[in-house]
């Protein structure tokens, strides 16, 4: 169930974006939509990269036993 939402909701989202970015260009001039598409794709490889750098340096550690105390 949690599978079929999930990948609903990623239907929605790319649909709402697409629609979104075709009214932007209907609404506003088209070399500012496209400006504004490719600098917030380039925000997205930034951000993209930064946090597949983040997980190269600090991988997930495995969790550590906890300390038992015997009084």
Do not use: S
């Not at 599978?3 to 629609?19: A, E, W």
């Not at 794709?41 to 038992?68: N, Q, V």
């Amino acid at each position: 169930m949690r599978r079929f939402v999930r990948r609903q909701l990623t239907y929605f989202l790319i649909g709402f974006v697409i629609t979104f970015v075709g009214y932007l260009f209907v609404r506003f001039d088209a070399d500012k939509v496209i400006l504004g598409v490719v600098i917030g794709a380039g925000g997205g490889i930034a951000l993209g990269m930064a946090l597949g750098w983040l997980e190269h340096k600090f991988p997930d550690a495995p969790e550590t036993p906890r300390a038992t105390h015997d009084d």
